[in-house]
């Protein structure tokens, strides 16, 4: 089962999420999606607690993890962010 803009589990329905902030589900996976960009259409992954998170494309053939030893609260956390753009910038 696909969904396109799910919002969070556990957000209280009266709080208006901006659609660029939903995601897209797949069999428990997060499809590309603004919230975690991956490198192309078929890409999967999850991001994790504190700023971890995983993808993985099958086009391109890479998977990527990134597990932080320092668990961060904040949603705007670029650690991983920032390395899976270079991962995309070298896929070209």
Known sequence: MQT?????????PELNI????????????????APLPMPGPGSFGHPGSGGSTAFADPDARIGFGYVTNHWNHRPDDLRATNLAEAVRACLG
């Open 4 to 12: 396109d803009r799910t919002r969070l589990h556990g957000v209280p």
């Open 18 to 33: 901006p659609a660029e902030r939903s995601f897209n589900m797949s069999l428990g996976f997060w499809r590309a999606c």
